[in-house]
């Protein structure tokens, strides 16, 4: 594809492409979740790279997303729409786990300009980039605790950056699939008998159900 060859190219040409450096697995699959007023969507896990490309890069709306509204000039094709793939990993849908998988991908093959168009700050874009950030989706390391200490940190800070480069430099792995929390888990558990799916298979909080 011609994007591919030209963010190739920028990568040989701008400082010969950055050096993610060493991988921690255990902090790259560091599980966070959702918050959300819809219970649908409160609770949904994800780790904490995947869950700051989600904030940060469209989502699943703007800028770097499949279907996006509107792009802000993020080339066609250059999808980041990590979002989980699967509610219900015995119901998954074809086209949202090839969405995902497309994604993750991306992210894999684009690691090094990813974190470094993210360190320089030129991502996410200015005024643009704020406005998409601002209505992201959130996510909590506890899914309980409502304070600020509780929310990742936004991808441009210290922590943010370092949340980024492990994750990339690890592969980008992604929760692919959840279910509801069972008596005998806990959120961010690995599910039991996970089906076929993108990534992994995580344990959300809540059930997922409207009260």
Same mark, same amino acid.
């Given at each position: 594809? *011609?994007?591919?060859?030209?963010?190739?190219?920028? %990568?040989?040409?701008?400082?010969?492409?950055?050096?993610?450096?060493?991988?921690?697995?255990?902090?790259?699959?560091?599980?966070?979740?959702?918050?959300?007023?819809?219970?649908? *969507?409160?609770?949904?896990?994800?780790?904490?790279?995947?869950?700051?490309?989600?904030?940060?890069?469209?989502?699943?709306?703007?800028?770097?997303?499949?279907?996006?509204?509107?792009?802000?000039?993020?080339?066609?094709?250059?999808?980041?729409?990590?979002?989980?793939? %699967?509610?219900?990993?015995?119901? %998954?849908?074809?086209?949202?786990?090839? !969405?995902?998988?497309?994604? !993750?991908?991306?992210?894999?093959?684009?690691?090094?300009?990813?974190?470094?168009?993210?360190?320089?700050?030129?991502?996410?874009?200015?005024?643009?980039?704020?406005? /998409?950030?601002?209505?992201?989706?959130?996510?909590? *390391?506890?899914?309980?605790?409502?304070?600020?200490?509780?929310?990742?940190?936004?991808?441009?800070?210290?922590?943010?950056?370092?949340?980024?480069?492990?994750?990339?430099?690890?592969?980008?792995?992604? /929760?692919?699939?959840?279910?509801?929390?069972?008596?005998?888990?806990?959120?961010?558990? *690995?599910?039991?008998?996970?089906?076929?799916?993108?990534?992994?298979? /995580?344990?959300?909080?809540?059930?997922?159900?409207?009260?």
């Amino acid at each position: 594809m *011609r994007w591919r060859g030209l963010l190739l190219i920028s %990568c040989g040409v701008y400082a010969g492409c950055v050096d993610l450096g060493a991988c921690d697995e255990t902090s790259a699959r560091e599980v966070v979740f959702r918050h959300s007023l819809d219970p649908v *969507r409160d609770g949904l896990p994800a780790y904490t790279g995947q869950a700051l490309i989600q904030r940060s890069c469209g989502g699943a709306a703007f800028c770097h997303a499949e279907d996006a509204i509107d792009r802000f000039g993020a080339p066609a094709g250059l999808t980041l729409d990590i979002g989980l793939a %699967c509610a219900d990993p015995s119901e %998954c849908d074809a086209a949202d786990l090839e !969405r995902l998988e497309r994604a !993750r991908g991306v992210a894999q093959m684009m690691a090094p300009d990813i974190f470094g168009q993210t360190e320089s700050g030129a991502m996410p874009p200015g005024e643009a980039g704020a406005g /998409v950030v601002s209505v992201g989706p959130e996510f909590r *390391r506890q899914p309980l605790r409502s304070g600020a200490e509780a929310l990742l940190p936004p991808i441009g800070s210290e922590e943010g950056l370092e949340i980024l480069r492990n994750w990339l430099a690890c592969g980008a792995p992604v /929760v692919g699939a959840t279910l509801p929390e069972p008596a005998d888990r806990a959120p961010g558990d *690995r599910c039991f008998d996970p089906a076929s799916t993108v990534g992994d298979c /995580v344990v959300r909080a809540g059930s997922g159900e409207a009260p």
